[in-house]
């Protein structure tokens, strides 16, 4: 089996559009969550975002710009910045043996929303010519893939909040087993249209706004917890084969080291300790990692009540009374839940964090749960730790749990 390192790292997020920024806020935990400006934000009970400062104008011609969403311009651009930052050479490569996987949860859906608007609302007997191309699914994996002429597999994965997770998982596999020789992975999302927010609001898991400052609605962990904030954005990874990538003098960001994929089958919401155990455990197993040599956790870590208890148990299961001493981050907490895409974004931060060796903080924590009792890095980062290992998680509605292990 090869060895898979990440030489790439491109970000669009609400934390900042590069890697340098969106570390300096997380470690600050400076949150990006606020009060959103729209319309019809006043039909909002909690009218909160982390939004991207993002413009599409400023990177897509206009012809260009009419064909795509905004979960394909985040795609696009993070995409760039990641295969620049690798200093990858595509017009030297095998471009049958470089392959495209991203996750997205809910793909155009700002398009899919103005569409309904127009014909429903507006009684329009036409919709604009591209809304099909732009709120598919897998646009955004098919525009990396036309962008940068690449014929090897371009796949899209959409398990809901594993869904970046899934995608780097599964092309790792194929990178091991020497299917191909490099990967743009990871995930986008661009969710913040009025009917995908009155829907999450209608499911009753969105946080309510915290009335001493919004962008502290967000708690992981906390006893005061109440629900998730969305978020917008992109992250992406080139990822190689090891060996190939130390060849031709590429700086190595980090390396996979395991993918677990394992699904609850019990209930379409509700999360199961059996189920993120075992996605846990799957992925040890799967790079042969001892649970002893796991340093430091980002966890899934959304701020309901049913996932930030479930996850903490799971973690008692997994590494025994050695989960008291494991520092656990939920970066959620500052930069919403990005869907899809979370699991690429807090991956990401969990690399960048091990680069500068700190370990980033899980904001708005002042009073943890009761059964919410380990080391969850409470509202200041720690540096100088030593960590060299993270377990990245993400549990999705559906039951598909997927945990990665990352090493720098």
């Known amino acids: 089996m090869r060895r898979v390192a990440v030489t790439g790292i491109g970000l669009i997020s609400p934390l900042g559009n590069s890697c340098a920024q969106a570390l300096d806020n997380a470690a600050a935990g400076r949150s990006a969550i606020r009060r959103i400006e729209a319309s019809w934000s006043d039909r909002l009970a909690a009218p909160l975002a982390a939004c991207v400062r993002f413009q599409g104008e400023e990177h897509f011609p206009p012809p260009r710009l009419r064909m795509l969403d905004r979960v394909s311009q985040f795609a696009l651009v993070a995409a760039g910045q990641a295969i620049g930052a690798a200093q990858l050479d595509l017009a030297a490569a095998d471009r049958a043996r470089v392959g495209v996987f991203i996750g997205t949860g809910m793909g155009g859906a700002l398009s899919n929303d103005e569409g309904y608007l127009s014909l429903y609302r507006d009684n329009c007997e036409r919709m604009k010519p591209f809304s099909i191309l732009m709120g598919m699914t897998n646009a955004p994996a098919a525009w990396i893939g036309i962008e940068h002429d690449l014929s090897g597999p371009n796949l899209t994965y959409s398990t809901a909040c594993s869904s970046a997770a899934v995608a780097t998982g599964e092309a790792w596999l194929r990178l091991r087993r020497g299917e191909i020789d490099i990967a743009i992975v990871g995930g986008s999302e661009a969710p913040l249209a009025f009917g995908a927010m009155k829907a999450w609001e209608a499911l009753r898991t969105l946080a309510s706004e915290d009335p001493r400052n919004p962008a502290a609605s967000c708690k992981p962990f906390a006893a005061n917890r109440s629900g998730l904030v969305l978020g917008e954005g992109a992250a992406i990874f080139v990822l190689e084969d090891r060996e190939r990538a130390i060849a031709r003098g590429a700086s190595l960001q980090g390396e996979i080291l395991g993918y677990g994929l394992v699904a609850d089958a019990a209930h379409i919401t509700r999360p199961t300790v059996a189920g993120q155990a075992a996605a846990m455990r799957a992925a040890l197993r799967s790079g042969e990692i001892a649970a002893e040599a796991i340093d430091c956790i980002n966890a899934h870590g959304t701020g309901t009540q049913a996932n930030d208890s479930v996850e903490t148990a799971a973690l008692k299961e997994v590494f025994g009374e050695r989960a008291y001493r494991i520092p656990v981050s939920a970066t959620k907490a500052i930069h919403g839940h990005l869907l899809g895409a979370s699991g690429a974004l807090e991956l990401a931060l969990a690399l960048l964090a091990l680069q500068q060796d700190v370990l980033l903080p899980t904001m708005h924590l002042e009073v943890p749960a009761a059964d919410c009792d380990l080391?969850?890095?409470?509202?200041?980062?720690?540096?100088?730790?030593?960590?060299?290992?993270?377990?990245?998680?993400?549990?999705?509605f559906g039951g598909t749990n997927a945990v990665l292990i990352a090493a720098q």
């Open 375 to 396: 080391d969850y890095v409470p509202n200041h980062a720690r540096r100088g730790a030593g960590a060299r290992t993270v377990m990245s998680s993400s549990f999705a």
